[in-house]
């Protein structure tokens, strides 16, 4: 019977069991994403806008942001690898189903369903990840099992795209499927069946540790960091072909350069995070507004639009493992369900961009508008970091005057 074991302090490995989940959510990540790249095939396919055809993301967002948290507490009960594994399962059905329809509203509901399923494994792979990493390094271990995300943009994501343009997008979806069957064994198999020494998980501990304020300023400093950089990467394939002149076989190019990017960025925003997660935070949430800036200014240039979207994937994702890790910590003995309003917030900040964006795309802004409101969103993401920090140094002070900090407190021990 596997066993989750922390890491070595001598060696500072993280358990093998973390590439497990990382592996997970690179399907899971690549399904989310790949849609950006294949958008026109499927409203040609259709016979819908490619805005209408935006939709999949935005219903997929939906489902994340109501499904995390409503399934983090209907399999509460459940051993970790029996939801990762289901999960999985019904990730596999849903595209199976989106590969065979031609109904447009069937295909939003299996992407809703499916991103039920992802919103589950999300939540619970980053809850085993940190407590398999341990305290010291739990940031590091989210890096990487988030990192499967991002780099399922520098491989999944622009070989899909390069699917869907070969074979059609529906090709995508029946890769996707064929993969997830195999993983669901490979993570049953690897993740541990026991869950500790510690109290049994229970609805009224995963609400009570909601009461920290700390976590709502977390959550929507979530919100605001992906529905700005993802109303841009939405709809960032008209911008490269309308604006900078691209031809549409380059564009998973493009993808490549941005999920590097983002994967250097989740990783290193991890591993810096968990010694200095405000100075992460704050650097990330400049260079986001200012990449998003310049990036409406200078679209026409290709060179620079380019450059201006792998920089975009670095520091927009950069603050994700952070904010999660904190989420995580704030919640102490009760994770799961804070762990799944960190994915849910940041898919309703998915949603209400990419929402806002499709209108944006259609306006008399054109191709540029989406880039503009992501601008805009980017610029309110200091708001909840200041008072998060704010709060987080009072409570600290606090802390500090009643008793010394010790390992286990839950809080989170970064500096500036």
């Known amino acids: 019977m596997p066993t989750i074991a922390p890491p070595s302090p001598r060696s500072g490995r993280l358990p ?3 590439y497990v989940l990382a592996t997970g959510v690179f399907l899971m ?16 396919d259709l016979g819908i806008t490619v805005a209408d055809a935006g939709l999949t ?12 948290p409503s399934m983090a ?38 992407r809703f369903a499916t991103a039920l399923a992802t919103g589950a494994f999300w939540a619970v792979a980053a809850v085993v990840g940190a407590k398999a990493a341990g305290p010291a390094a739990s940031s590091r271990a989210l890096g990487i099992v988030l990192g499967g995300g991002m780099l399922a943009n520098v491989i999944g994501v622009p070989i899909g795209a390069f699917a869907g343009q070969t074979i059609g997008w529906r090709g995508t979806f029946w890769a996707l499927a064929a993969l997830a069957l195999p993983a669901a ?8 069946t026991d869950r500790g020494t510690g109290p049994a998980p229970s609805v009224r501990a ?8 700390r976590i709502w300023l977390v959550l929507a400093g979530c919100v605001i960091v992906c529905g700005s950089s993802l109303a841009a990467y939405s709809f960032i394939s008209p911008l490269l072909t309308t604006n900078s002149g691209l031809a549409a076989a380059a564009v998973p190019l493009v993808l490549v350069g941005y999920g590097l990017g983002a994967f250097v960025g989740s990783n290193l925003g991890g591993r810096l995070g968990a010694r200095r997660p405000y100075a992460v935070l704050f650097t990330s949430a400049t260079a986001t507004f200012l990449v998003l800036g310049a990036l409406c200014l200078f679209s026409a240039d290709p060179i620079v639009t380019i450059a201006l979207i792998v920089l975009l994937g670095l520091f927009g994702m950069a603050t994700n493992p952070v904010l999660i890790g904190m989420a995580v910590r704030y919640a102490d003995q009760a994770p799961t369900l804070a762990s799944a309003l960190s994915t849910s917030s940041f898919n309703l900040g998915t949603a209400i961009g990419s929402w806002i964006a499709g209108y944006a795309l259609e306006s008399a802004l054109g191709a540029t508008g989406p880039v503009l409101v992501g601008t805009c969103i980017a610029a309110v993401y200091f708001v909840p970091l200041v008072l998060l920090y704010r709060k987080e140094t009072r409570w600290s002070t ?17 500096r500036v």
């Open 57 to 68: 993301i935005t219903v997929f967002a939906i489902g994340m942001i109501v499904g995390t």
């Open 398 to 414: 606090g802390r500090r005057g009643r008793r010394p900090a010790g390992p286990g407190t839950g809080r989170c021990r970064g």
């Open 185 to 192: 064994i490979i993570v049953y198999r690897q993740v541990a």
């Open 16 to 18: 093998f069991v973390t």
């Open 73 to 110: 507490v209907l399999t509460l009960k459940l051993p970790h690898r029996t939801t990762l594994s289901l999960a999985l399962v019904i990730y596999a059905i849903g595209h199976v189903v989106v590969a065979v329809s031609s109904s447009f509203p069937v295909i939003l509901g299996a």
């Open 29 to 44: 990540g690549t399904t989310e994403f790949v849609v950006a790249g294949i958008l026109p095939g499927i409203a040609q």
């Open 206 to 213: 995963e609400l009570a540790s909601l009461r920290d304020g």
